[in-house]
């Protein structure tokens, strides 16, 4: 892929005739055959596979017209727990190792009917759980800003490989930040769209009453493209609903400075204790571009934001040890090779072989506190703080505030291996996104700085609930006062 | 809410209900874990909530604009057998083989 191409560049060069899916495909595999080792960042790369999609998209192109299309030969990469019908689908564990998905996810249906088609499947945290990509059972990723430090997780791979030109967009899923942190980390933009408004189904479920699928890519821009194409309502997941808006792209060349006349909440939680001193002046710098954009700057406060790490490692893990109690060594999946074993020690042996340290710990922490005895005192409690967070969110949108602005991560990337002997240090480097995802809104990853060793930094924008066109609109504005999405790492 | 001692038993009995077999060293490697990340959640207690008493978090979602989407009972098509058996890691014609139930 020619590392200045974005998901609107190649859309309009297959539109004006310059440039055919496959020819794409073609430089896309090129650079990824060069970097992605050094990046571990793709868990299948099946060249022959990508070129025939890309063949089967130029077919589609030429039937109904690149005008009609609006993804017209955009090759796409797929975090690993998202279903691609025949590919393998591991979610970065070992209990999926050699699982092929029998049926495509409908995110990647509605992909391929817009015209884009899929190239690689991308490491990720096993089964989406990790803040760093150092749980996948297939090695950790590695930051393209700085090999020794870490990309951020769960969608580790997906972020790296973006952030390295690889492909111009790839998809990822966030269930406490697992795009907008990895996508800070890695220098590019992640998006998580307000949950209900894209389709879970053929996602592996992790919480699923957080889980929501997003596209991460180098630029607002793309991402509204995206999110045109993914938004919508699907029979197949009970939880999605019609958005009520559309047409975010157009919305974007229609109002490029949208943060005129917009008031930004800044809540001083999140700009208090922990926060690193570095990424504190990024964001200082962040919020006076903004006013400069034009925006006013209300201070803000969320009261219960403290507790929603606290909430979230209850209400995240029982709904894992719930969804992850499917797999069995019965039906697919790793099965343990043990002799002379009963069923329920045929069980037993087979998760515990198949699942990793931070898998397993987290499917106790839920069963823990989903347990007799327990339940009220953590999970039914946990359920009431989410939603005292939710009703803190509203209020800041009900006293007069447009978007709300934070760090994406309250520290720039660190090292590999850095955080992985504590759990908590590791849980907390999610605390600004998580709220987010207790509360149903959706946020966005835009750049907005470096650290002196030349590390990314990541703003936050968060907006009521299905009001993508005001987040998108008002960090395009940003994206277009600022530099710093087109800076790109040194490989 | 009181100060949970995780020991040795409990860790055990919580892997049993979530069916893992853990060897011993994994059995200390939990119990430390899990009292790390326990001792922290149990700073939930400190939340003084003064929720409607009606509220009930498996209705609250719904009113928040997600609503549960329902479908037409309709015959659909589905997952050949065949393909659905592929992946057993063992099987007998058309069923998944499982070690004896019953004596």
């Excluded at chain 1, 019609?242 to 400075?257: R, T």
Aim: aromatic share 6%; net charge neutral; charged share 20%.
């Amino acid at each position: 892929m020619p590392a200045n191409q974005t998901v609107k560049s190649i859309v309009e060069q297959v539109r004006s005739g310059k440039l055919t899916a496959v020819t794409a495909a073609h430089a896309c595999l090129e650079r990824t055959r060069t970097i992605a080792q050094k990046l571990n960042s793709h868990l299948h790369f099946d060249e022959a596979a990508a070129l025939a999609e890309a063949a089967a998209a130029d077919l589609r192109i030429k039937t109904i017209g690149a005008d009609k299309l609006p993804l017209a030969g955009v090759p796409v990469l797929v975090k690993d727990n998202i279903c691609v019908r025949g590919s393998k689908t591991t979610c970065g564990s070992k209990m999926l190792e050699n699982y092929v998905a029998t049926y495509d996810a409908s995110v990647i249906k509605r992909l391929r009917e817009a015209g884009a088609f899929v190239v690689g499947k991308m490491n990720m945290d096993e089964f989406a759980m990790g803040s760093s990509n150092e749980n996948s059972a297939f090695g950790a990723v590695r930051n393209p800003w700085n090999l020794e430090y870490v990309p951020g997780g769960s969608s580790g791979g997906s972020a790296a490989a973006v952030a390295a030109r690889l492909a111009p967009v790839a998809l990822g899923s966030d269930t406490g930040g697992s795009i907008r942190q990895p996508a800070s980390f890695c220098g590019i933009v992640g998006l998580k769209p307000t949950y209900g408004s894209v389709s879970r189904s053929g996602l592996v479920a992790f919480g699923s009453s957080l889980d929501q699928i997003g596209p991460l890519t180098t630029t607002v821009e793309d991402a509204a493209m995206m999110m045109d194409v993914l938004a919508g309502l699907d029979a197949s997941d009970s939880t999605s609903v019609k958005h009520p808006q559309s047409g975010f792209a157009k919305a974007l060349l229609e109002n490029p400075e949208a943060l005129k006349g917009m008031t930004i909440g800044i809540p001083e939680e999140f700009f208090e204790s922990g926060l690193d001193a570095e990424v504190g002046s990024c964001l200082e710098r962040a919020i006076a571009d903004v006013q400069k954009a034009g925006a006013k700057i209300k201070r803000v406060r969320l009261p219960n934001i403290s507790y929603s790490v606290a909430a979230y490692y209850v209400i995240a893990t029982a709904e894992a040890s719930a969804n992850l109690a499917r797999f069995d060594g019965v039906r697919y999946g790793h099965r343990t090779q043990g002799a002379n074993l009963n069923l329920k020690d045929l069980y037993r042996k087979s998760r515990n072989e198949g699942f990793g340290r931070e898998v397993k710990q987290r499917i106790m922490l839920g069963t823990f506190v989903l347990s007799s005895g327990y339940y009220d005192a953590f999970y039914s409690k946990a359920n009431k703080v989410r939603e005292l967070i939710s009703r803190d969110f509203a209020a800041a949108f009900d006293s007069g505030v447009d978007l709300l602005l934070t760090p994406t991560s309250p520290t720039p990337p660190f090292k590999l291996g850095e955080k992985l002997s504590d759990p908590l240090a590791m849980y907390l480097s999610d605390i600004c996104t998580i709220g987010v995802n207790l509360a149903g809104l959706p946020g966005i990853s835009v750049p907005c700085g470096r650290t002196k060793a030349g590390l990314p930094v990541g703003m936050q924008l968060i907006a009521p609930k299905f009001n993508e066109l005001t987040l998108l609109t008002g960090a395009h504005a940003y994206e277009r006062a600022t530099e710093w999405h087109k800076d790109q790492p040194p490989l | 809410m009181s100060k949970i001692q995780v020991d040795r038993e409990l860790v055990r009995k919580v892997a049993d209900l979530a069916h893992l077999s853990l060897s011993e060293q994994e059995i200390g490697l939990y119990q430390e874990r899990l009292a790390k990340v326990l001792s922290y959640v149990e700073q939930l207690d400190e939340v003084h909530e003064s929720l409607d008493k009606n509220w009930r978090p498996d209705t609250s979602r719904g009113e928040a604009g997600v609503s549960a989407l329902e479908r037409r009972d309709v015959v659909e098509g589905s997952l050949p057998v065949e393909e659905a058996m592929k992946q057993a890691p063992a099987r007998i014609g058309t069923a998944f083989q499982v070690p004896r139930i019953l004596e």
